[in-house]
């Protein structure tokens, strides 16, 4: 059985790292087996951040490459669990 990766990716959604964010997730959208996009409902919460789940799929390099690029950017912060 291969390994499961999956990344938790919390984003301040009023920042440009939003759109962003939307640029990787597309560039690396063959990586992505299953995105769970889940909202703070309270808007004091967190400064009304967003937070993504990713389960990954594929080469592992290329989802080190993904988490990489989420990492750089400002406003976002980046989780991962493999198992």
Excluded at 32 to 50: E, F, K, N, V, Y
């Amino acid at each position: 059985m291969s390994e499961i990766r999956v990344l938790g990716v919390l984003v301040k959604t009023q920042s440009e790292a939003a759109l962003k964010v939307q640029e990787i997730l597309t560039k690396y959208g063959c990586s992505i087996r299953t995105r769970l996009g889940l909202h703070t409902p309270d808007i004091s919460a967190c400064d009304s951040c967003g937070l993504i789940l990713l389960e990954l799929t594929g080469n592992v390099d290329e989802s080190i490459r993904l988490e990489n690029e989420l990492w750089a950017l400002d406003g976002v912060k980046v989780q991962k669990m493999v198992f």
